[in-house]
């Protein structure tokens, strides 16, 4: 075996390992290397020593060795390493085999990136873009969806905040600092309703009225109908 060639051969055999190994110490490189071989570590890092940091001693290297290097750039023996580089193959790019390598992975990460926003995109689509009227509040709903009452295009800020509410004489109905109103009402007839926000009646689509000292005295109850509101 030519001296030159297993020069050229540990070359490339660390050169791959510092494309796909985190780490570029020689103890790590020679590790990463042993992991993938049958050669030691030890034995390694003299490779190392000799042929990268021209600063070490090695005795003459048994075919096993280099036949487990060339193995490790993905030939056959290093008589198919030698027959490869006379027909002017390229031998081993160490920079292509780890960009290949890291382009795999960027694929592979790219696509599950691109399949989570789809369907991250889906389920954001089939979620209820309108809501409905019930009862005492808003609730999301299907804007294809026939309901009785009206469906109005998805508001969060009213849905969360505009409520339908029962009042009694202990209801805070102003601001303690601003004094501003904090109850709404609408009134048909003799019936008033009260909502916790401003804005359009829910079913009648009226404007809501802050609530005044005058209506709460008016149509305020001294009580609620639970029974620890009454005074004993």
């Known amino acids: 075996m030519k001296e030159a060639i297993i020069k050229e051969i ?3 055999v660390f050169q791959k390992a510092i494309a796909e190994c985190p780490k570029h110490s020689k103890y ?7 992991d993938s071989t049958s050669i030691s570590s030890r034995t390694l890092e003299r490779l190392h020593d000799k042929y990268l940091s021209n600063k070490g001693v090695v005795g003459e290297q048994n075919e096993h060795t280099i036949n487990d290097l060339c193995k490790y750039l993905n030939f056959d023996s290093y008589a ?7 027909k002017g193959k390229l031998i ?9 390598k890291n382009w795999k992975v960027i694929t592979v990460v790219s696509l599950i ?9 889906s389920n954001k689509n089939m979620e209820p873009k309108c809501m409905v009227w019930k009862t005492n509040q808003y609730i999301k709903a ?37 004094s501003k109103p904090l109850v709404w009402y609408y009134k048909s007839g003799n019936e008033i309703e009260y909502f916790s926000a401003p804005g359009l009646h829910p079913v009648s689509g009226k404007t809501l009225k802050a609530v005044t000292p005058y209506i709460i005295q008016k149509h305020v109850p001294l009580h609620n109908n639970q029974l620890d509101s009454f005074v004993e």
């Open 142 to 178: 299907d804007c294809e969806v026939s309901y009785k009452e009206s469906v109005v295009p998805l508001d969060e800020a009213r849905l969360k905040n505009f409520k339908k509410v029962e009042v009694d004489l202990t209801t805070e109905f102003f601001d303690e600092t601003t």
């Open 92 to 100: 081993v790019n160490v920079s292509t085999v780890g960009r290949k």
């Open 10 to 12: 540990v070359e490339k």
């Open 80 to 86: 198919d390493y030698v027959k490869q580089n006379s």
């Open 113 to 121: 990136v691109v399949i989570g926003l789809v369907l991250g995109l």
């Open 28 to 34: 790590a490189l020679s590790n990463y290397i042993a």
